[in-house]
């Protein structure tokens, strides 16, 4: 069964759609990703409009990120302060990230640099989880304790001037590092439609030294408020935001899901990064196989007023 | 003098898949004194069609609109022989349209040259009697705009390497067949009784929406005689135009909506698999 997607201006089997975004749902329940650094290089796969495939991206991950962030928002493991100031530096950078996205367009340049940065992203945080996780794997084989990591109390990132207390977190913390961090995952956000959760996650334990209980709820509160910005920037700047794309692969999204964290669950942490890292690679790969194989035509035509 | 058969009772309708609105029957006459060739011939060209208006579904996946027509003060000895051709093309709303080359550069695929034409038809669908090789020569073909060979496509701005124009032209003609937005039928075009034609004409799936032509044209033993044209319009029906409406005039609400019910999704889930 086809259905026509009126922003895409194309039709699409309906089913391929749903079956995307359950197994993207699935998978991103399974590990506790957002599911945007999947969904937009699979819907690129398929044909939609690379422009459409990112704007849309982002309005999903909105979907995908609103129930963890509810779920933390019960158990109080939200830094509301600290969230705000990523937040301000994500909305500053997702502002510039659709400008760069628009001129990106005019100079038909947006395909390749959206799979220029999922390959260099991809790759480098598949390549460092895929270490990491084999690394703990043969650790757990020999028996030997999985080492605690204790990050060392400073770096130069905590000499930086401009300092603000943040209770929660129980940090005293410049915000320069914070505002920085911000606007480089609203940069992302507008140009590859995905959260950042991947990049702000350990952006926030290894350089800010945050704490882990509050890591993934901070992330999430401003992931929510970045993507939201950002689906409705794309909408008014670049008519980008497939809505009937989205909601299918929303709703097909929060079931899978479901289903993702229960056998989430019964699977070891480093056999699920090992896997996580393996499914990423996989993604950049084909990316970039398709950056480096010859096209079968070498043509495009772009009609309309972006040429 | 014979009385003119009106066109647009001959008329036509289609494919089950096509809603078509109730409007008068849209008909045209030849314009034949305006067009002035050299020779003037005494033929005048009608055709009408059903409508003037073609509204497409969620689910339309191309059909064929038929073009009825006549050919008046016709020659009835030439007509017999078979001298007449008519070709029928229906030409879709301009757009300006770039066409970017890629090449490899450092072992990466990137786009790198660009030809920026002045407005195209977006979509051409042409039908006729017999090859048009067959029916005039290539120069009469193409001082009459008829034919996907013959679809001006005007550079604009710099030119660059104007030798290689030619390619991009190329290449534009062969993606716009591949993706069936220009498409030819060379036997589309009968004749149903002495001087009645029916012409199919074939709208792909992916038709674009907005002002489309139907532009006859009648020659005779290979010369040009008269053309002939309706304005049709294609607009999208249902839920799917009106989202694309409010996506393109009212962006700022559409953005709301989508975050809207991406937050309500979200909220849903959670409370709907909420474990307790």
Redesign the interface.
């Known amino acids: 069964m086809s259905i026509y997607l009126p922003i895409a201006e194309l039709s699409v089997n309906i089913f391929i759609i749903l079956g995307m975004g359950a197994a993207v749902g699935f998978l991103s329940g399974m590990f506790g990703v957002g599911g945007g650094f999947l969904i937009t290089p699979l819907l690129i796969f398929y044909n939609i409009p690379p422009a459409v495939a990112v704007a849309t991206g982002a309005n999903q991950v909105v979907a995908s990120s609103v129930s963890g962030a509810l779920a933390h928002f019960r158990r109080g493991t939200v830094d509301i302060k600290l969230g705000c100031m990523l937040l301000i530096g994500g909305l500053v950078g997702a502002t510039a990230g659709v400008q760069l996205f628009l001129m990106l367009r005019r100079m038909g340049q947006l395909d390749l640099i959206i799979s220029l940065l999922y390959v260099v992203f991809l790759g480098t945080v598949g390549g460092l989880m895929l270490w990491e996780s084999v690394n703990s794997i043969r650790r757990a084989a020999r028996n030997e304790p999985v080492s605690a990591r204790r990050p060392g109390q400073h770096n130069w990132i905590h000499r930086l001037p401009l300092k603000m207390r943040f209770k929660r977190s129980k940090l005293y913390l410049s915000v320069i590092p914070i505002l920085v961090l911000g606007f480089a995952i609203g940069v992302l956000t507008s140009v590859m439609g995905v959260g950042g959760g991947f990049i702000m996650v350990p952006a926030m334990i290894y350089l800010l030294r945050v704490p882990t209980n509050v890591v993934i709820g901070t992330s999430l509160f401003q992931i929510i408020f970045v993507t939201a910005f950002t689906t409705i920037v794309q909408a008014t700047t670049n008519y980008a935001v497939d809505i009937v794309l989205a909601g299918l692969l929303m709703i097909a999204g929060v079931i899978g899901a479901q289903y993702g964290v229960r056998v989430g669950q019964r699977m070891r942490g480093e056999q699920l990064r090992a896997g996580l890292a393996i499914l990423v690679l996989a993604v950049g790969i084909r990316l970039g196989l398709n950056l480096i194989l010859p096209p079968d035509e070498i043509y495009s035509i772009v009609t309309g007023s972006f040429g | 003098m014979t009385a003119r058969i009106s066109a647009s009772l001959a008329v036509c309708l289609l494919a089950s898949a096509l809603t078509l609105g109730l409007t008068a029957p849209a008909s045209a006459q030849s314009d034949a004194a305006e067009e002035g060739g050299v020779w003037s011939f005494p033929e005048q060209l009608d055709i009408g069609i059903s409508t003037n208006e073609i509204a497409i579904s969620?689910?339309f996946?191309g059909a064929d609109i038929f073009v009825f027509g006549t050919i008046a003060e016709q020659d009835d000895f030439l007509l017999a022989i078979g001298a007449y051709d008519i070709i029928v093309a229906l030409e879709g709303p301009l757009?300006?349209?770039?066409?970017?080359?890629?090449?490899?550069v450092a072992?990466?695929?990137?786009?790198r040259h660009?030809v920026?034409f002045e407005p195209v038809p977006?979509s051409y669908s042409i039908s006729s009697t017999r090859p048009l090789d067959s029916i005039a020569k290539q120069i009469v073909l193409s001082a009459n705009d008829v034919g996907i060979q013959n679809i001006r496509l005007i550079p604009t701005g710099g030119l660059g390497d104007a030798s290689q124009v030619g390619d991009?032209r190329q290449?534009?003609l062969?993606?716009?067949q591949q993706a069936g937005l220009y498409q030819r039928d060379p036997s589309g075009v009968k004749f149903v009784s002495k001087n009645l034609f029916k012409a199919a004409v074939r709208l792909p799936?992916?038709i674009p929406v907005g002002e489309h032509t139907v532009r006859a044209e009648l020659y005779r033993n290979g010369q040009y005689v008269t053309q002939t044209r309706i304005r049709l319009r294609v607009v999208k029906t249902g839920?799917?135009?009106f989202?694309?409406n409010l996506?393109?005039q009212h962006?700022?609400i559409?953005?709301?909506?989508?975050?809207g019910?991406?937050?309500f999704?979200?909220?849903?889930?959670?409370i709907v698999?909420r474990k307790d």
Request: proline letters at 4%; hydrophobic letters at 45%.
């Open positions: 969620p689910n996946s757009r300006p349209a770039t066409v970017r080359r890629k090449e490899r072992g990466i695929w990137v786009n660009s920026r977006a991009f290449a534009m062969r993606i716009m799936a992916n839920l799917e135009q989202t694309y996506a393109h962006s700022l559409y953005g709301l909506l989508a975050v019910f991406a937050l999704t979200g909220w849903l889930s959670s698999f």
